[in-house]
């Protein structure tokens, strides 16, 4: 970053910051990832330069033919890591992917049945203060106050009673297997369209180690940085037969030129997320989250539904005087990055809530494994039990040692 550091001197001392930050912490923030060096070198390519307006083929810029030829590419990689009949790599992000298939597939009034915000579901899913909650209807499922899971039946009662137009099956907080295929069951049954938002779990699906929506659903969307570890980005699957709608909404519905940087570094994410490597990625991300989740559940703490089927759990901590907001400034100041969330059927605010949500994608892909599992739990009990500042000053001393162990971006 030799110009940088000239042209720029703020900047540049900004972003050794944050290397140092991600270098010397213990990252558990389950949508958050650390992409290759080879997709952050795609991202800083000269691609950034080039409009390229439409579809490749078919722009309305000179010049395009490299663009076209790297979109596609990550079409065709998309599909191969998918087995999906269409693909759009154009979305700026998973928010976006949203908005274009809702766009495609219903009108403003109609109803969407998602899962409830406070339960895991997302924003983008219906939220009041949302492009989504605007223009849409909203009816919420969500999951079992004894089990913390989905009860498919309610699903198929409350989709038999409001009659959606879309069935949204996704999550941003649900630490449980989605049955795809039950969703379809219900949205056949009455008649809606089907959209699996699988943000989170796109990577585990593409290793095959949680069913696959793709057979199922009408629309397929996911953002591109979570488990999948590609740039920040978003992309669509769909069927055949809602392709050119896709495409239409996607540009020039609610986008102008594409990002071709950032379609450049999917393309290599996808080509990374084929190898065998990565499937072993995959399985060890579940594992540390079985292992993580398990040994703060020996130390009494509790799990919403009890455990972990994926890369994420959700932590109730009611029992353990502290609220979210206060548990992640604790651990942030012992090195331990994580986020406040809401449990279900939380007494307490958005803002405050009564959990933390704990993942092991970024963890995982500096090669940590079961052993610092355990210690990484030992630290969060440590800290959160004896929150003063010279223990959380010597958590911090023994999470940089570790990471010091588990180097991110050597040379950088
Ligand atoms: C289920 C789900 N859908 C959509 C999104 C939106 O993705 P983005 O932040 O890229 O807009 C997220 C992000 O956390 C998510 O969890």
Redesign the pocket.
């Known amino acids: 970053m030799d110009m940088l550091k000239q042209t720029d001197p703020d900047v540049y001392r900004i972003i050794q910051e944050e290397i140092k930050r991600q270098q010397n912490n213990i990252e558990l923030v389950a949508?958050e990832n650390y992409c290759s060096k080879a997709v952050l070198e795609a991202q800083g390519s000269v691609m950034t330069n080039k409009y390229a307006e439409g579809y490749p083929d078919k722009r309305w810029y000179a010049g395009c033919g490299n663009v076209d030829d790297v979109e596609k590419l990550a079409i065709e990689r998309a599909l191969d890591i998918f087995g999906a009949e269409h693909a759009n790599v154009q979305p700026?992000?998973?928010?976006?992917?949203?908005m274009a298939v809702f766009f495609a597939a219903l009108s403003p009034g109609h109803k969407i049945l998602s899962m409830d915000l406070s339960h895991g579901?997302?924003?983008?899913?219906g939220f009041e203060k949302n492009f989504s909650g605007q223009f849409y209807q909203k009816i919420t499922y969500g999951v079992k106050q004894d089990t913390g899971r989905i009860d498919y039946d309610e699903v198929r009662e409350l989709a038999k009673k409001s009659s959606p137009d879309l069935i949204i099956a996704?999550?941003?907080?649900y630490p449980r297997e989605l049955d795809f295929a039950k969703f379809k069951e219900i949205a056949d049954e009455v008649g809606a369209l089907l959209l699996a938002?699988?943000?989170?779990i796109a990577g585990l699906i593409v290793a095959g180690v949680h069913p696959d929506p793709v057979p199922h659903a009408d629309f397929v969307?996911?953002?591109?940085?979570?488990t999948l570890r590609g740039p920040?980005?978003?992309l669509i699957l769909c069927k055949s037969k809602y392709a050119s709608k896709i495409d239409q909404l996607v540009f020039p519905g609610i986008q102008g030129g594409p990002l071709m940087h950032i379609i450049a570094a999917k393309a290599v994410a996808f080509k990374e997320a084929k190898t065998e490597d990565f499937k072993d990625y995959q399985r060890q991300i579940l594992k540390n989250a079985k292992t993580l989740s398990n040994a703060l559940k020996d130390k009494g703490y509790t799990l919403v539904s009890g455990g972990t089927d994926n890369h994420l759990f959700l932590v109730d901590l009611s029992n353990k005087n502290v609220k979210g907001i206060e548990a992640q400034k604790i651990l942030e100041k012992a090195g331990i990055s994580l986020n406040r969330n809401m449990i279900p059927f939380d007494g307490a605010s958005a803002f405050n809530p009564s959990g933390i949500r704990i993942g092991t994608p970024s963890v995982t892909t500096r090669g940590m494994k079961e052993s610092e599992m355990i210690k990484i739990a030992d630290w969060i009990d440590l800290a959160i039990n004896t929150p003063d500042d010279q223990n959380l000053a010597l958590i911090k001393g023994r999470v940089t040692e570790l990471c010091a162990d588990f180097p991110l971006y050597k040379d950088y």
């Open positions: 949508s700026h992000s998973g928010s976006s992917a949203n579901g997302h924003l983008t899913h996704g999550a941003s907080a938002d699988i943000a989170h969307t996911t953002s591109t940085h979570k920040r980005a978003g």
